[in-house]
């Protein structure tokens, strides 16, 4: 979390500072020059709807009010948005997967969370469910260091520790750890709340242009896949040795 905020702090001073786009407007200045472009005022009406209207006067003033501090404003906006309080609170959870509860369990990570989850603690507990395990800070803070033993005995072992917080709540039994559990069972839906669904959305609309208006549902499926993991490597000799397997492809025209 303190990557986010490095970041945030260092976006509200780019912005209080107006060195900072002087240096951007003369440098775009400076390229439009050499492509013969005049850096001027739009044509701006009385009764603007359509687009941004500032009562500017020279075009450092227009750019600086329409596109540089909009741009700023929004970016910090959403940063904030996307790591709210409750949200940094909740990524905290990522030492209850027992590769990194081994390597940062102290006394004082169990003071961190049992003050950094009270609010966590607080929704639980006002479920109305009789499943839901009432959770105290005396059971959660046992549970964590039977939760951490367990793993330790585990890596005595030589056994594959869980990585993932997936994996974290497969390995994990609700009736030994129940508030554990529970805890995991929030870190493995905090994805849900990005906006990597939406993303994929913008892929579509890339690839099913007008020049490909009867590509069909196997085709685009496997394009949209191939660029939303494309962090993924792809062996391109057992494609090739697929398709030549797959027989001949070719049609023959009877005349």
């Given at each position: 979390m303190a990557i986010?905020?490095?970041?945030?702090?260092?976006?509200?001073?780019?912005r209080t500072n107006v060195d900072i786009f002087n240096a951007i407007f003369t440098e775009a200045t400076a390229v439009m020059t050499e492509l013969d472009?005049?850096?001027?005022l739009p044509r701006l009406s009385k009764r603007q709807k359509n687009r941004p209207n500032p009562p500017a006067e020279t075009p450092?003033?227009?750019y600086s009010w329409t596109v540089?501090?909009?741009?700023?404003?929004?970016i910090i906006t959403d940063l904030k948005d996307r790591f709210k309080p409750q949200i940094r609170n909740a990524l905290e959870l990522n030492y209850l997967i027992p590769a990194n509860i081994m390597q940062s369990f102290s006394s004082q990570f169990l003071v961190?969370?049992?003050s950094q989850y009270g609010a966590l603690v607080s929704a639980l507990e006002k479920v109305e469910d009789s499943k839901v395990v009432q959770l105290t800070e005396q059971k959660l803070k046992g549970e964590i260091e039977v939760w951490r033993q367990k793993w330790m005995s585990a890596k005595l072992k030589n056994v594959k520790l869980p990585k993932t917080a997936m994996d974290a709540l497969a390995e994990c039994d609700p009736e030994c750890y129940p508030n554990v559990h529970h805890l995991l069972q929030i870190l493995v839906t905090l994805p849900v709340s990005v906006a990597s669904a939406e993303r994929t959305f913008s892929t579509l609309r890339r690839l099913k242009t007008w020049l490909r208006s009867r590509m069909g549902e196997e085709r685009q499926t496997g394009l949209a896949l191939l660029?939303?993991?494309r962090d993924i490597v792809v062996d391109t000799e057992n494609i090739i040795n697929r398709?030549?397997?797959?027989?001949?492809?070719n049609l023959d025209f009877v005349l």
């Open positions: 986010f905020q490095d970041t945030v702090a260092v976006l509200e001073a780019r472009l005049e850096v001027a450092y003033e227009y540089y501090y909009p741009i700023l404003d929004a961190t969370v049992l660029n939303i993991h398709f030549a397997s797959s027989g001949k492809r």
